[in-house]
């Protein structure tokens, strides 16, 4: 189980007084309104702590300002860095609801405890989402995330029992 899930990237600055227009990885942007820190990701992997001060909203985009920068040239260099949140600050998941980072990497299993391949990704339909499953054989199987078809999810064994309906 990740750690940290990610929030946003840091698409530009915006201002000159240090603010940052971020692009929400998030499913609801406006949690940005809760949060008090987010853990700036630089490219060592070092994990920087920064203190929202300020959260506006501009078209898709969320706009923070850090109470530790106050320029436009002290976060400019943190462009295109990912922003995370530690587990405890992630936001409360109702039953049978799973973070995508959590999914990734599950053995997929048929109902006869036969593993037919891995969790590759998640696609975000409008309806629900699709599970990338990639095949023991190298083909790729996209499966509704329904519960006619998801038979069960243990992100802890680290696997899933799925129907596969004829056809697919």
Same mark, same amino acid.
Request: glycine fraction near 8%; include cysteine.
């Given at each position: 189980m990740e750690q940290y899930l990610q929030v946003g990237i840091i698409?530009?600055?915006?201002?000159?007084r240090g603010e940052v227009k971020v692009f929400p990885?998030?499913?609801?942007?406006?949690?940005f309104? $809760?949060? #008090? +820190?987010?853990?700036?990701?630089?490219?060592s992997g070092e994990k920087l702590p920064l203190r929202i001060e300020q959260v506006k909203f501009f078209k898709q985009f969320v706009i923070l $300002?850090? #109470? +530790?920068?106050?320029?436009?040239?002290?976060?400019?260099r943190y462009r295109g860095l990912s922003l995370y949140v530690s587990?405890?600050?992630?936001?409360?998941?109702?039953?049978?609801?799973?973070?995508?980072?959590?999914?990734?990497d599950l053995k997929v299993l048929d109902e006869?405890?036969?593993?037919?391949?891995v969790l590759t990704d998640v696609m975000e339909t409008g309806a629900n989402d699709v599970y990338v499953i990639r095949r023991t054989?190298?083909?790729?199987?996209?499966?509704?995330?329904?519960k006619q078809c998801v038979l069960s999810v243990s992100v802890e064994e680290g696997q899933m029992t799925v129907h596969v309906p004829e056809g697919l």
């Amino acid at each position: 189980m990740e750690q940290y899930l990610q929030v946003g990237i840091i698409s530009s600055t915006h201002g000159v007084r240090g603010e940052v227009k971020v692009f929400p990885t998030t499913d609801d942007a406006g949690r940005f309104k $809760k949060l #008090k +820190e987010v853990l700036l990701s630089l490219p060592s992997g070092e994990k920087l702590p920064l203190r929202i001060e300020q959260v506006k909203f501009f078209k898709q985009f969320v706009i923070l $300002k850090f #109470k +530790e920068y106050d320029s436009i040239n002290d976060i400019e260099r943190y462009r295109g860095l990912s922003l995370y949140v530690s587990r405890e600050n992630a936001v409360k998941l109702e039953a049978d609801e799973y973070f995508i980072a959590d999914l990734i990497d599950l053995k997929v299993l048929d109902e006869a405890g036969e593993q037919i391949g891995v969790l590759t990704d998640v696609m975000e339909t409008g309806a629900n989402d699709v599970y990338v499953i990639r095949r023991t054989d190298g083909s790729e199987l996209l499966l509704p995330a329904i519960k006619q078809c998801v038979l069960s999810v243990s992100v802890e064994e680290g696997q899933m029992t799925v129907h596969v309906p004829e056809g697919l």
